[in-house]
């Protein structure tokens, strides 16, 4: 993944790249950065294989912790900030890091903790971090009176030299894990899902195809956690990919939302759930229409908020997904047909093997066909579950799995 941000990158150069609150970062200072972090890395004995455990907000600094890991061939476990005690611990015992990296304003969540043996943690100040400076050596990290084995990755950084020898053995692949991205844990304790570079590649690649996007005209707004597939890959994969500015911000406001929009000159945002109708919740304001976003795209829109939000906000099209983290199988409306989920080609299905079959509404269990035995298609309108046929060797069919095969 390195070596594509860096071919993006060449393409971009001086170009914005990412905006975070005030300020204004080139892709050239991202890469940089990037480089810096990969040199810490390399300096920590960090090699092929290993793992690192993030546990931060949203920062420009974010995406390039994971993808400096990957230049080593290291992979990234992208952790829920809002996890503390024992799903926290579960989610590490899962990832088994050997650096855990962790923002300041979050080290609390370390308390009480039990890491890998060997684990080191670095922490982040990431308030002190903008592109003309890395460091604040005046400021005081009250995470080290906490953590008192804990080494500041700020620092770290400042001292480093982009400058680095790479490990000649080293061959990157598309196969290569390079993140680790929870599921949401609704149904037990969060599972810690494999993704490839190839998996990255295609997640990326769908809302751009599929929804036009422009990396020369468009900008997203992306308020949405990097943590998350949706944030973190369809999201942020538009500007490591692809080259597309994007504006960032560290949590999500409702009440902020479209001013941020107008204040980045916005013209795509992303949404997951309820996002939408919490837009919808706020007060009547003259920047609801005040705004250049002409498309939303995420998972998850009712269709009564659809119809609503469109009305409301003044925005031309949705885009709307159905798949999950670490499924081979995913929808994408991209005709803008309000509470459609997506469509599958019934010229050729082989193709892309994805269908939703009919279950129980009760118990959920999937219903047959009596004298098949066969799964049954749902017709339109149908609620259903969707299936994708796995190919190991496709890496677009391929399940990836988890970090623990139980």
Known sequence: MYDLYKQTVARKSSLPGIFFEDQKWTFSELLRLTDKIASVYQNLGVKRGDR???LMESHPVYPAIWIAATKLGAATGLLNYSQKDKTLQHSIDELQPKLMIVSQILSENLLGIKLPEGCQILVLDDRAISPDNYCDESRKIASFDRLPTAKSLDRLIAQSDERFVRDPDHKASVKDTILFIYTSGTTGLPKAAVISCARYLLLSVGPCSFLRLNADKDLIYNSLPLYHTAGGITGMGQHIVFGMPIALRRKFSASQFWSDCIKYNATVIQYVGELCRYLLSQPEKAEDKAH???LAYGNGIRPQVW????NR?????I??????TESNANFCNSENKLGAIGFSSVIAPWAYPVYLIRTDPVTEEVLRDP???LCISCNYGEVGQLVGAIRPNDPCR???GYTNSQ
């Open 307 to 310: 119809a609503e939000f469109v």
């Open 313 to 317: 906000f003044n925005v031309a099209q």
């Open 319 to 324: 885009g709307e997904f159905y798949g999950a």
């Open 292 to 294: 250049r976003v002409r």
């Open 52 to 54: 690192l455990g993030l």
């Open 398 to 400: 391929n399940f990836d």
């Open 371 to 373: 004298n098949t035995g």
